[in-house]
C-alpha cells in the first residue's frame, strides 16, 4: 500500500466583508499584506489577518499575531 503525502493546508479565502487592511508588526516592522498572503507559509493571496492561524507568526522575526497592529494611514 502506497501512502499519499499532503501538501501545506492552504488557508480559505476571507469572507465578504472582512478587514483587509494591512498589519505591522511591532517588533521587527513587517508588514502583513491581505493582498500577497503567506504563500511560503500556506497563506493564500486575499487571506485577512483575522484569518490567519491562531499559530502564524512573522515571517521575519517570528512575533506572533499579538504583536501585530494595523497600518495607519495619512
Known sequence: ???RVRE???WRRPR?????????CDIC?????PDEGDPENGILAGTSFEMLP???R???????KA???K????
Do not use: N, V
Not at 18 to 23: D, F, L, V, Y
Open 1 to 3: 500500500m502506497r501512502w
Open 8 to 10: 501545506k493546508k492552504l
Open 16 to 24: 465578504k466583508g472582512a478587514e483587509m487592511s494591512r498589519m505591522i
Open 29 to 33: 516592522g513587517h508588514a502583513y499584506d
Open 54 to 56: 491562531g499559530d502564524w
Open 58 to 64: 512573522c515571517q521575519i522575526c517570528g512575533a506572533t
Open 67 to 69: 504583536a501585530f497592529r
Open 71 to 74: 497600518e495607519e494611514l495619512p
